[in-house]
Structures are given as C-alpha cells and as structure tokens.
Nanobody, 125 residues
Framework: VQLQASGGGLVQAGGSLRLSCAAS????????MGWFRQAPGKEREFVAA????????VYADSVKGRFTISRDNAKNTVYLQMNSLEPEDTAVYYC???????????????????WGQGTQVTVSS
C-alpha cells in the first residue's frame, strides 16, 4: 500500500487546513487509517484514526473538538480537517494504514504497517 499525504502549509493561529492522504489499497474501506505528527525535537505522536469497515474514529485529547478525520472510500482518501490551529500543532503530519487493527490499537504507531511521506504544517502565532 502506498500513501501520499498532501495539504500542509503555513497558516496563522486560529486558521484551518485540510490534509489529504490518498491510498493505493484495492480494498481501502477495510483499512484503518491514522494520522500522526512529529514536531521538531519530539517523538511522533498520535493525532486521529478512522477504523476500517465503517468503524469508529478516535482522537488524541490535544486535538479533540478541533480536528476531524473523515474518509471517502470511493476516492481511497482520508482527510484531516484541522480547525482552530495553534502554534503547538506545528509538525510534520504523517498518514498511516493497516488492515488488521482493533479499535484499542488505533493510537499505536507501531501497529501500522504502511506510512506516507509526511506533509509539513506550520502554524504561526
């Protein structure tokens, strides 16, 4: 599975961005899709995930109420709508995929087999 993330950029605090991640998977709807981010000097952290086969979505506490993950299975694409952005959201954002995850594992980076290349999000104060 190949993943291509896009949509990053420079935005002022309080602004919005929408990230996209296009996947090459033939059975995309079965894949759980996750977004992770890595800020300079920090470890990569979980942001949001959407379980495959119409399952649930989960979010990191730091983004709840501001970010929304969604997917268009017909387009093999997952989105991350980011609103009310803060300087602390500045990071490289990565999308990830796996077709074997259970809900309780969606936030675990090491559970994902496939990763995109990352897209930079910079939020200025």
């Amino acid at each position: 599975v190949q993943l291509q993330a896009s949509g990053g950029g420079l935005v002022q605090a309080g602004g919005s961005l929408r990230l996209s991640c296009a996947a090459s998977a033939r059975t995309f709807s079965r894949y759980s899709m996750g977004w992770f981010r890595q800020a300079p000097g920090k470890e990569r952290e979980f942001v949001a995930a959407s379980k495959g086969n119409g399952g649930s979505t989960v979010y990191a506490d730091s983004v709840k109420g501001r970010f929304t993950i969604s997917r268009d299975n017909a387009k093999n694409t997952v989105y991350l709508q980011m609103n009310s952005l803060e300087p602390e959201d500045t990071a490289v954002y990565y999308c990830a995929a796996d077709n074997r995850l259970i809900t309780s594992s969606l936030h675990l980076e090491y559970q994902y087999d496939y990763w995109g290349q990352g897209t930079q999000v910079t939020v200025s104060s």
